[in-house]
């Protein structure tokens, strides 16, 4: 059973920055990416980013380009996702899934950082609150 823990939310002041972790475990194959997304109140959920645990790439949301960064550590089967000069408006509880990939032979398709319905197994979501 896959099982997806965040951790490193918390109350910030705007300009300040975050680490969120997601502590992946339980897969029975290598094949998959773990996606950030967010869900502020009265929103719909937003994703933030992907990154395809095959080949190791990255892609962000347009919405989260330049503030956001994604790192992995392989050995703790980790993703974090480094928020910098946080504002307000990045409010919401963020998640991590993780979802299949897709190929066409040997080619292995980006993974979707947009798309929350690409991912099948979801954490319970670590809140993130930036005060102004």
């Known amino acids: 059973e896959v099982q997806l823990v965040e951790s490193g939310g918390g109350l910030v002041q705007a300009g300040g920055s975050l680490r969120l972790s997601c502590a992946a475990s339980?897969?029975?194959?290598?094949?998959?990416?773990i996606g950030w997304f967010r869900q502020a109140p009265g929103k719909e959920r937003e994703g933030v980013s992907c990154?395809?645990?095959?080949?190791?790439?990255?892609f962000y949301a347009d919405s989260a380009k330049g503030r956001f960064t994604v790192s992995r550590d392989n050995a703790k089967n980790i993703v974090y996702l480094q928020i910098h000069s946080l504002k307000p408006e990045d409010t919401a509880v963020y998640y991590c899934?993780?979802?299949?990939?897709?190929?066409?032979?040997?080619?292995?398709?980006?993974?979707?950082?947009?798309?929350?319905?690409?991912?099948?197994?979801w954490g319970q979501g670590t809140q993130v609150t930036v005060s102004s």
């Open positions: 339980g897969f029975t194959h290598d094949d998959y990416a």
């Open positions: 899934a993780a979802g299949g990939q897709y190929h066409s032979g040997s080619y292995l398709y980006p993974c979707d950082p947009n798309s929350p319905d690409e991912y099948d197994d």
């Open positions: 990154t395809s645990n095959t080949d190791g790439l990255t």
